[in-house]
């Protein structure tokens, strides 16, 4: 019985077909996760609703999203319909961070929208292995959400 069980386990454990493999998606992943702390980090900082999970959960689905069709055989060009859809439903969670106050007439949230928005491309570039691409557009989110609103007061 234990043997059909290894059997079992190893068997569904075949879609990883060596040690490369799982390391490179384990670092994939950890960067999405790291990237979009960091954003989240910042967001909580102001106390923003969307914080380190947050944007930590964004970020991972989104490469999760792009790794598993790409580990399954998915050719590249075939790639784009799933990221239209990371888009759109990247659109609808931000879109419920985004409070309008009618009596107020004000509307909160939007920065915080394009936050999340911007950590699922950053998801994205890291789960497609473009760390640079991923680091660099972080460093320049950091810059616009924590400098721009600096400089824009003065």
């Keep these: ?20 493999t799982i390391t490179r998606i384990t670092l ?25 999970r947050t944007h930590m959960l964004v970020a991972v689905g989104a ?18 319909r799933v990221l239209q859809g990371i888009v ?20 909160q949230g939007l920065t915080t929208a394009a936050s999340i928005w911007a950590t699922a491309g950053i998801g994205i570039a890291a789960g497609l ?6 680091l660099l557009s972080t460093i320049i ?3 616009i959400l924590a400098v721009i609103p600096q400089v824009t007061r003065r």
Excluded at 88 to 107: D, N, P, S
Excluded at 129 to 134: I, N, Q
């Design 141 to 143: 989110v950091l810059i």
């Design 28 to 52: 994939r992943l950890t960067l999405a996760a790291l990237l979009g702390g960091m954003l989240g980090y910042e967001r909580e900082l102001k106390e923003r609703n969307a914080g380190v």
């Design 129 to 134: 292995g473009l760390e640079a691409m991923a």
């Design 1 to 20: 019985m234990g043997q059909d069980i290894w059997s079992a386990v190893t068997q569904e454990l075949s879609d990883v077909p060596d040690i490369a």
């Design 88 to 107: 759109q439903g990247i659109g609808f969670l931000g879109a419920g961070a985004i409070i309008v106050r009618t009596a107020e007439r004000k509307i």
């Design 63 to 80: 490469a999760l999203f792009v790794i598993g069709p790409l580990q399954s055989g998915m050719e590249i060009a075939d790639l784009s």
